[in-house]
């Protein structure tokens, strides 16, 4: 009698796909890291396009704060195609393409800083000078507004991104993304820049680097 033979996806010694795995929960956002795309690519040795990820270092990169829930990460559904014959009535095969990966999240500030680094800046406005400033409603006293004035349209921004979870066990790395915000104000509290992004592939010459990673924390 012949004995059934137990196959397993990825190695035939033992299986991958465990109850263990669900030990490694991606749960919560402590740090929202982004760096210049093009930075990176000088910084790690590479000027073909796209980034290495041996040695990046994120440690003291820029980072993002989100309202509570606010960011997410997702990959669309793919769609598909099939593939028919006249022979046939049913597909002998079908195209797979894959979802577009997106994230968005609303970053609680207008900080001139930040707007500094999402949009095209027009001109300086100084109190400094007499009556160059902006003047408010208020008359005794006066109140006068220094400010930066910026365009409409926002800047597309090209950076690379690390999503560390709640306590930095785990992280996402995305090596090339692409975001815009977009300035939101309602009645229920502060103002906010209206972040959204599209997540893009690692143009590295060899092909060989990846697009993203899921990163463990390392214990020797």
Not at 86 to 114: L, S
Not at 137 to 152: H, L, M
Request: net charge negative.
């Amino acid at each position: 009698m012949a004995t059934a033979q137990t196959v397993q996806f990825f190695n035939q010694s033992s299986k991958s796909l465990t109850k263990a795995l669900l030990t490694d929960l991606f749960k919560g956002v402590a740090h929202i890291s982004i760096m210049p795309f093009d930075l990176v690519k000088q910084t790690t040795g590479t000027n073909a396009g796209g980034i290495l990820w041996k040695g990046l270092s994120f440690r003291g990169a820029d980072e993002l704060f989100t309202i509570k829930d606010s960011f997410q990460v997702n990959q669309a559904d793919p769609t598909t195609e099939e593939i028919n014959v006249d022979q046939f009535d049913t597909p002998i095969d079908t195209e797979v393409t894959a979802g577009e990966w997106t994230f968005a999240g609303n970053v609680p500030t207008v900080a001139i800083a930040a707007c500094d680094v999402f949009y095209k800046k027009g001109v300086a406005i100084s109190a400094a000078t007499q009556n160059e400033g902006i003047l408010g409603q208020e008359a005794s006293p006066a109140v006068e507004f220094d400010g930066q004035a910026y365009f409409a349209e926002p800047k597309e921004v090209m950076a690379t991104m690390l999503v560390e979870n709640r306590g930095c066990g785990m992280a996402l790395a995305f090596a090339r993304v692409k975001l815009v915000v977009g300035l939101s104000k309602d009645d229920s509290g502060a103002a906010y820049l209206k972040m959204s992004g599209t997540i893009l592939n690692n143009p590295e010459a060899s092909g060989l680097q990846g697009d993203w990673a899921v990163c463990k924390k390392h214990t020797a």
